[in-house]
């Protein structure tokens, strides 16, 4: 942290970063001479803010954010969304999808070849002329790496469960995240992509658990246990967030 020169009502010791249920999440702390307790603030320009008061040990920090975990994720998305357009009205130039834990900030430019790159945090989108929409091209994107990162996810994990699959699609989906068909062909829904890593495994280890049972019973649920211990929280997350993931790029 960067040592103060200067007592004042409020000053910036530095910038820091902590993992919040599988989201990387970045925040400022400043000092605060009258503070008596420690003031968490989110807020669309600057993100999290942690002020600390005078005496405050530093080193208790990250046990604080973790225990403040789910208002600060609440937060955070509802600034996101605040930010973003209405659901179906189209994502533009600034906005911000989720991605594999973190938040991109959506670039746009002209060129001659349309498609989308990560640079530097951010999803830089290349407008082609009429070569379809912003939300079309970013789509394309998540398909594409959903194909790449699911597949290597599935096979590391499948390994480790002992079981096989067929094959595996990568699918938009309105309503479900995984399906596991009689044949062992597996099928993710691409969103898959905007929810935090570990949320993303226990889809994936449901799935992949019904490769040995087809069912929903205790023996198939002690299976998934035995592969992500915290598969309930997970679920919950997923509860939680089902309508938002659904508002993201509405097809």
């Known amino acids: 942290m960067m040592p103060l020169k200067r007592r004042t009502p409020l000053a910036v010791l530095g910038a820091g970063e902590i993992t919040l249920s599988g989201r990387v999440v970045q925040y400022t702390l400043k000092w605060s001479a009258r503070a008596r307790y ?4 989110v807020r669309r320009e600057t993100g999290l803010t942690v002020v600390v008061p005078r005496r405050f040990p530093l080193a208790q920090l990250p046990e604080l954010l973790k225990g403040k975990r789910r208002w600060i994720l609440a937060k955070l998305v509802q ?10 009205g189209g994502l533009k130039d600034g906005s911000v999808v989720p991605y594999m834990g973190k938040s991109l900030r959506l670039a746009t430019r002209p060129g001659e070849t349309p498609g989308a790159r990560l640079a530097g945090g951010r999803l830089l989108v290349t407008l082609g002329p009429g070569d379809g929409s912003l939300d079309s091209l970013i789509e394309q994107w998540f398909r594409l790496q959903a194909a790449v990162a699911l597949r290597a996810r599935v096979d590391l994990l499948g390994a480790t469960m002992g079981v096989s699959y067929n094959q595996l699609t990568i699918r938009g989906q309105k309503s479900r ?3 596991c068909s009689r044949k062992g062909n597996l099928s993710f ?7 935090p890593p570990p949320v ?3 889809v994936v280890v449901h799935e992949l658990a019904h490769l040995a049972v087809l069912d929903h019973s205790t023996r198939f649920w002690a299976l998934v246990a035995k592969h992500c211990p915290q598969w309930q929280a997970h679920r919950r997350w997923l509860k939680e967030h089902a309508a938002e993931l659904a508002a993201t790029l509405p097809r």
């Open 200 to 202: 993303m495994d226990y």
């Open 79 to 88: 600034v996101e969304n605040a930010a973003a357009p209405p659901a179906g």
């Open 177 to 179: 995240w995984g399906s």
């Open 38 to 41: 420690v003031r968490l603030e």
């Open 189 to 195: 829904n691409w969103k898959l992509l905007m929810m």
